[in-house]
């Protein structure tokens, strides 16, 4: 399956945006979040950006101050996944113009429909921004 | 103007909540951004529950504002609360004709939801509807539910128009309905007959469909490889074609022809190559291709890289693959960057099943990393030691594993590296002791932890011996293994599983060799059930374990001498609440009273590993039922045969039938009938034993099965039983194979080594060599790595030597030590230096804003320097203090550093910074003039309450887009650019 799941959290440790491609009860999610932010802010620039929890292994790598997490499965290419991360980054950066914290905050519903259309079933299926964006620029315009 | 653009964006943001947000949205939506705690966050959620509770039923809400508090809804979840009061508001926007408001709708669906959810019921039609739809972006979106709402039962529902739709005209249809499908396969088996579909559309001509078809056809070439050989040319031409850069330039990424459809392929590969020489020679050439194109300086080519060693190493192997796979390796080795050296040991494990030899080069790089102190690049590490155990390195890592294990907490990795312990344990033990030793740790520390059958082997081992015809060393075995027990027994707070085992074994052998008295041993075991009385199972085996060692001084014709403490331990448990308990106390001073010969019949000594034959038809009683049935008794109808309401003596049995038919059952139960047909006894083993008149032959049978639960049984509780299944004979005596000349062999490579590295290495770095040399501590540990990559990576006999000439390779070592300890040491003291260097400047590509700051960085700071003449000052001291940052460093560096760790600098940069900040908010005041000038016919000023001030929010924005410093007001992150 590939990727479990995608979050995105602050420095606080505060969910900005969370999308999970298996289901977990929000009890599960929320006890989730806490020990994998926990264990990533804890963690130093030098050290890797790859991480261990449970059965995932998180990729992660921090943008301002915003954490990009993405649980995978055990034989996911790791490097491959922190640049999957740059690229929703560029995606969302070429669409905000600039993105910030604030930017995914106000239009969360875009955000998620950006991992919409690059990640279906846990697999990443398009990963050229015009078409990520183009859906999303025609339904804005509608 | 970029800068400016956004500047009035958030601007209007701030006024009318931006794209038709409310200020409500914006106030909630600010207020989550600016919390500082958790409790703060709950409090504001609550609040808005409350709220939206209040609201959401309102009949007559604009659509618009029902957008709003679905999103609203999402951020309740998200931050971990229960919005189920509104999911129904969700479904129903579905149904909505606007497209932005069904795709919100589906979105929030999807996320509240599992497909097991009631409400999908009610979704359903609409998706069948909306996939009929003429706008391709009202299908793409209902695909995009079909893909996380449609379960098993509700596939038929829209499978054919799925199906129909993979031949629809629009691309991104073709692409969604192709994930859809892929979804059902996962989901179920009725759709296999679809299966050809996803071989069609690999040729589909849209590249976006192609790579996602690769998905689905990725899962299915897993499941079973044979079936799609005869595409391996097909996935060798498209990857060709990528990686000749046919496919649209919008699928570059970082200057890489679609990498990760590269990936994909690369992996498919991989599992079609497998063992097949055919298959693989066809891969060759583009591999090697790929090999070659790839730009090892960014993030993305290396991790087509790592792809193509993955895959190098799982097809048919070609020597001038893995040659250049290995150097790959190498440099990913030797890079700076933890990720890549994490990639490395990870693919030096995939390569090192084909060429073993590869680990040795590399030896000081894969103990750098087992010795680093971040735990993931350990644990890697740790898996490649696992691949290259043998019976001459598993003591080191055994050892080193089991240090790692002792020194950590997350009891998940505990379970995982005990079992790895145990497993190159039980392959590649060099001897007995060395082995119960090494299980004796494991429990001990990780005991609770690891699996059952684990205590039940080495309770084998310990029994039979090592299969070979030598009792002499079985009984030494078995007496080291009592002593080392009786050491440990002391320890306080040990794991239940392993006190099972010490206290079964004393109860076995405690006596054996005579060293120990009964008194001495039951004496320990009544202590371990004292110490450790909550649990039962502790108390079973110690028990059990007194009844042995009594019935052993019987057998031996001594007189039974019960301490006073077991004494009371045993009546006490005599009235036990447990009735296994009871039952063990009572048939111990059952035993106890019998006599020499029938305690040997009962407890032979060292019986544990005979078998029992379990005579389960009960063949000895025919004749007994012979007879009686000619006395006229009734003859016995298996359960199976007669209803709940059957007469049978059995009560038990038919009280749980009852039970699950009618509840409660009020009336009296029966007398139950005399316990005269003995087949039923054996039916009902355990509770009844009352009932049964305790004739010598039934007891011996009975107690034989409470001896043999504790060991081996067929019979008993499966919890207890010791699992002889599945248990190769892994070990055998030590394996001192190879002669001695190969010690020499491996301590020479090693310095060979050294030099080496260090003619590549010092020469590029001789200026800070000489300062790094005079760090005594870092160069002293060179000797010790040496030696532990010596043991770890030498020949395969090196330990077994290491005994025997440990002394003589200690003054070998020291006459030779001027050069010799030398050379190595500068190895590690370059490498080393390398690291500390590249701490020093991260290659732009990896962890961090990168490369983009590149681009982003300088623009941000022209328009404004274009646009405020005044900012001069500002402007200036912002920049020196870049330049004082990271002067040395490449210019690219320069913005990551300026922003990431503006905060981390010398607090004189930050004072220079803040004491800046008033001119900037005077420029930034004008600025906000001018654009409030712009907006001049809106209605901006009155949409400001007082809080939230349009200059506030600017100058902040204008603050932090500028220079990444941090005001102390509110939480300027919000603004910061991820990218800048």
Sequence with gaps: MGIRFILMVNKQGQTRLAQYYEYLTLEERRALEGEIVRKCLARTEQQCSFVEHRNYKIVYRRYASLFFLVGVDNDENELAILEFIHLLVETMDRHFGNVCELDIMFHLEKAHFMLEEMVMNGCIVETSKSNILTPIQLMEKA | ?980
């Design chain 2, 1 to 980: 103007m970029e800068q400016l653009k956004t500047i009035g964006r958030e601007l209007a943001m701030g006024s009318q909540g931006g794209f038709g947000q409310s200020k409500e949205f914006l106030d909630l939506v600010k207020s989550i951004g600016e919390t500082r705690s958790k409790a703060e966050e709950d409090r504001i959620v609550l609040h808005e529950i409350e709220t939206l509770k209040r609201r959401i039923t309102d009949p007559d809400i604009p659509k618009r504002k029902m957008k709003e508090y679905i999103i609203r809804l999402v951020y309740i979840e998200m931050l971990g609360h229960d919005a189920s009061f509104g999911y129904i508001h969700a479904v129903k926007m579905t149904h909505d004709d606007s497209l932005l408001l069904k795709r919100t709708g589906y979105l929030a669906v999807t996320l509240f939801l599992n497909e097991d959810h009631d409400l999908i019921i009610l979704i359903v039609n609409t998706i069948q509807k909306d996939l009929r739809s003429d706008n391709y972006l009202v299908v793409c979106a209902a695909l995009n539910a079909v893909c996380r709402l449609i379960n098993e039962e509700t596939i038929p529902a829209v499978l054919p128009q799925v199906v129909e739709l993979l031949g629809h005209s629009k691309e991104a249809v073709r692409k969604k309905a192709i994930m859809a499908l892929h979804r059902f396969y996962q989901k179920s088996s009725s759709v296999s007959h679809l299966v050809p579909n996803f071989r069609k559309k690999l040729c589909d001509n849209d590249p976006g469909v192609m790579g996602a078809t690769l998905c689905p056809l990725f899962d299915l070439i897993t499941i079973d490889a044979n079936s799609y050989k005869d595409l391996v040319v097909s996935f060798v031409t498209i990857l060709k074609q990528v990686a000749e850069r046919r496919l649209p330039k919008s699928y570059d990424y970082h200057q890489m022809p679609a990498p990760f459809i590269q990936i994909r392929l690369l992996k498919i590969l991989a599992l079609l190559g497998g063992g097949d020489k055919q298959a693989s020679e066809k891969m060759y050439t583009v591999v090697s291709d790929i090999f070659r194109k790839c730009d090892s300086s960014s993030n993305i080519g290396n991790a087509v890289l790592y792809e193509c060693i993955c895959c190098v190493s799982s097809i048919y192997p070609n020597p001038k693959l893995l040659e250049t796979a290995a150097e790959v390796i190498s440099k990913f080795l030797k890079s700076g960057s933890h990720n890549l050296k994490y990639m490395g040991i990870d693919a030096l494990g995939r390569l090192i099943k084909i060429s073993p030899d590869i680990a040795e080069q590399h030896q000081l790089a894969v103990i750098d990393c087992l010795e680093d102190p971040d735990d993931t690049l350990k644990r890697k590490t740790f898996e490649l030691l696992y691949k290259m155990t043998k019976s001459s390195n598993v003591e080191v890592i055994v050892d080193r594993m089991i240090d790692y294990m002792i020194s950590i907490n997350d009891s998940h990795y505990k379970t995982y590296i005990a079992s790895r312990c145990v497993e190159l344990a039980e392959q590649f033990a060099p001897s007995n002791h060395w082995f119960i030793q090494t299980m004796n740790k494991v429990f001990e520390y990780a005991g609770d932890l690891v699996n059952v059958k684990v205590a039940h082997n080495l309770m084998r081992l310990i029994a039979e011996g090592f299969g070979e015809e030598d009792d002499a060393a079985d009984s030494q075995l078995r007496s080291s293994a009592v002593e080392s027990y009786l050491r440990i027994i002391g320890e306080p707070k040990l794991p239940s599983l392993f006190l099972q085992v010490i206290c079964w074994v004393l109860g076995e052998y405690g006596t054996a060799d005579g060293k120990y008295s009964a008194s001495y041993i039951t004496g320990k075991l009544c202590d371990v059930a004292e110490a450790y009385s909550d649990d039962e199972t502790v108390k079973a085996y110690a028990v059990t374990a007194f009844m042995k060692v009594y019935a052993s001084e019987i057998a031996a014709g001594r007189k039974v001498d019960m301490l006073h403490e077991c004494q009371s331990l045993v009546e006490e448990l005599s009235a036990s609440h447990s009735t296994d308990l009871q039952q063990r106390a009572y048939e111990l001073q059952a035993v106890i009273s019998l006599d020499k010969h029938a305690v040997e019949n009962i407890l032979p000594s060292d019986a544990s590993c005979e078998d029992i034959e379990v005579d389960k038809n009960l063949l000895l009683l025919d004749n007994y039922v012979q007879q009686s049935l000619e006395n006229g008794a009734q003859p016995y109808i298996p359960e199976s045969e007669h209803s709940g309401l059957s007469n049978i003596s059995n009560f038990r049995s038919q009280d749980q039938h009852e039970a699950s038919i009618h509840g409660l059952r009020f009336e009296a139960y029966e007398l139950p009938k005399p316990p005269v047909p003995p087949r039923i006894h054996a039916a009902s083993l355990e509770p009844s034993t009352e009932l049964v008149p305790v004739s010598e032959p039934s007891y011996s049978r009975d107690t034989h099965q409470v001896e043999t639960a504790a060991s081996i049984s067929d019979m008993g509780s499966s919890e207890l039983k010791l699992r002889l299944d599945g248990v190769q004979k892994k070990w055998g005596r030590p394996v001192y194979s190879s002669s001695s000349p190969s010690t020499s062999n491996s301590t020479t490579p090693n310095t060979v080594n050294g030099v080496t590295q260090v003619d590549g290495a010092v020469n590029v770095n001789s200026k800070t060599r000489s300062t790094r040399d005079s760090r005594k501590p870092q160069v002293e540990i060179s000797p010790e790595k040496q030696k532990l990559a010596a043991s770890l990576f030498g020949g395969s006999s090196q330990i077994d030597k290491r005994a025997t000439s440990a002394n003589h390779k200690v003054t070998k070592a020291g006459i030779h030590a001027p050069e010799k300890a030398q050379a190595p040491k500068a190895a590690v003291v370059s490498n080393q230096v390398t690291v500390e260097k590249t701490n020093h400047q991260p290659s732009p590509d990896l962890l961090d804003l990168g490369e983009p700051t590149v681009a982003s960085t300088t623009p941000s700071v022209d328009p404004f320097k274009q646009l405020e003449g005044l900012l001069d000052p500002t402007q200036i001291s912002v920049t020196a203090n870049h330049g004082a940052v990271g002067t040395t460093e490449s210019p690219d560096i320069i913005g990551l550093y300026g922003n990431a760790s503006a905060s981390g600098q010398s607090s004189s940069s930050e004072i220079s910074l803040t004491t800046n900040r008033d001119d900037v908010n005077f420029t930034v005041g004008l600025v906000d003039a001018t654009v409030s000038t712009a907006h001049a016919g809106t209605t901006l000023p009155t949409q400001f309450p007082k809080g939230l001030n349009p200059r506030d929010s600017l100058e902040k924005d204008a603050l932090v887009r500028h220079m990444g410093v941090t005001p102390s007001s509110q939480n300027p992150n919000l603004f910061r650019d991820l990218l800048g």
